[in-house]
C-alpha cells in the first residue's frame, strides 16, 4: 500500500507537458507553453528533435531479459498473444475503407519483438513480404529461432505473373525476414515497390522517448495508399491503476518497470498531431479492454480509457 500511495503521490507533482507546436505561432512563448491544443508526454517532447534515435538502451535491457519468454503463451508476453488476433481484424477493418489491393501485402513490422504479430502475418495467404525489425538482439534471436519451426514462412510467396519476371531476374523474396535494426539505420525505400501496405507499431510509441521524431521517420516507409497500425496506451488514471499498480505490482501480470505512464498519449493527441501532418489524416481508433477469463474485448469509446488500436492512411498520389 505503501508503494502505490508513493505512486500518486508522484503523479499528482507532474508538471504539465511541453506542447508541440504544429503550426508557427506568434504568440508569446509563455503562451504556447501553456497552450493545451496537444499535450502529451510523448508527442510534445519531440519537438526540438530533429532525428534522435528511438531506441533507449534501458528499454532494450529490459526486453532483453524477456526474450526467452516471449513465446511462452503464460508467460509475460500472454496478453500479447491474446491480443494478435484483435491486431489482424483491426488491420482488416482499415484496409476494408479503401479499395482492394492490386497485389501482395507487404508488412513492416516496427520493433516486432520475438516476432508474435510478424510471423502471424507472414502465415496469411495474401502476404507477399513481412520484415520484422528491433533493435534487441535476443528478441530478434527467438524470433528467428521460432520461424525456423515453421516452414511456410521460410518460403517465398506465391507470385503474381507480373511478379513472377522480377524474380526471376532478382531472385525472389523471402516471406519473412527479421533484421536486429532500428527504423532510423534501416534504408529508405527509393521507390513505391519498396514501400509497404501496412507499417504496424504494437505496444512500441509507449516505449519511445521522442514519438513525433519516430514516428515522421517511419513515414516514407509506407506507400500511398498504405496505413500506419499500431496499438498503445492512454495517459488515465484507469491505465495508470491497470498497467502500473495490478498488472506490475499486485499480480505481477508483467515484470516491474514493463511500463512508464509518462509516456502514454492519448487517442486524441495522437490523432490531431497526424491530422496536421501533410498528407496523413485519415484516422480510425479502437479501444480494447483485457476481462480476466475471456481475454481482449473490444469496447466502444474505449480508447478514452486505456488501450486502443490507432490506423491513419497515407493518401494516395491522386489525392494530394
Not at 269 to 293: H, K, N, S
Request: glycine share 8%; net charge positive; proline share 7%.
Amino acid at each position: 500500500m505503501a508503494r502505490i500511495v508513493n505512486k500518486m503521490s508522484s503523479l499528482r507533482v507532474t508538471r504539465p507537458f511541453e506542447r508541440l507546436s504544429l503550426r508557427p505561432s506568434h504568440r508569446s512563448r509563455g503562451a504556447q507553453i501553456h497552450a493545451r491544443s496537444i499535450t502529451s508526454s510523448s508527442i510534445a517532447r519531440a519537438a526540438s528533435y530533429s532525428h534522435p534515435s528511438s531506441v533507449d538502451d534501458s528499454e532494450v535491457a529490459h526486453f532483453d531479459k524477456l526474450a526467452s519468454t516471449w513465446w511462452d503463451i503464460h508467460g509475460s508476453s500472454r496478453l500479447l498473444h491474446l491480443m494478435n488476433p484483435l491486431r489482424h481484424d483491426f488491420i482488416k477493418s482499415c484496409l476494408s475503407s479503401q479499395y482492394p489491393s492490386s497485389g501482395r501485402m507487404r508488412y513492416l513490422d516496427v520493433g516486432c519483438g520475438g516476432g508474435i504479430f510478424t510471423e502471424s502475418a507472414a502465415r496469411l495467404p495474401d502476404t507477399g513480404k513481412v520484415l520484422g525489425i528491433d533493435p534487441s538482439k535476443e528478441g530478434i534471436a527467438v524470433a528467428r529461432r521460432h520461424a525456423r519451426q515453421d516452414p511456410l514462412v521460410q518460403q517465398p510467396a506465391p507470385l503474381r505473373d507480373e511478379e513472377a519476371s522480377a524474380a526471376a531476374q532478382e531472385g525472389p523474396e523471402p516471406r519473412l525476414t527479421y533484421l536486429q535494426t532500428s527504423i532510423e539505420h534501416l534504408p529508405v525505400p527509393r521507390s513505391v515497390d519498396e514501400q509497404y501496405d501496412v507499417l504496424t507499431l504494437f505496444e512500441v510509441l509507449e516505449h519511445v522517448s521522442h514519438p513525433a521524431a519516430f514516428l515522421r521517420v517511419c513515414f516514407p516507409f509506407v506507400k500511398p495508399g498504405g496505413w500506419i497500425v499500431l496499438s498503445t496506451i492512454a495517459r488515465t488514471w484507469t491505465s495508470w491503476l491497470t498497467t502500473k499498480v495490478v498488472a506490475e505490482d499486485l499480480i505481477r501480470l508483467v515484470p516491474r518497470g514493463t511500463h512508464d505512464w509518462a509516456k502514454y498519449i492519448n487517442e486524441p493527441e495522437l490523432r490531431e498531431w497526424f491530422e496536421a501532418q501533410p498528407g496523413w489524416g485519415r484516422t480510425r481508433a479502437q479501444g480494447v479492454v483485457y476481462v480476466p477469463g475471456l481475454g481482449w474485448k473490444e469496447v466502444r469509446g474505449g480508447e478514452s480509457l486505456g488501450n486502443y488500436f490507432f490506423g491513419v492512411r497515407r493518401s494516395d498520389a491522386e489525392d494530394r
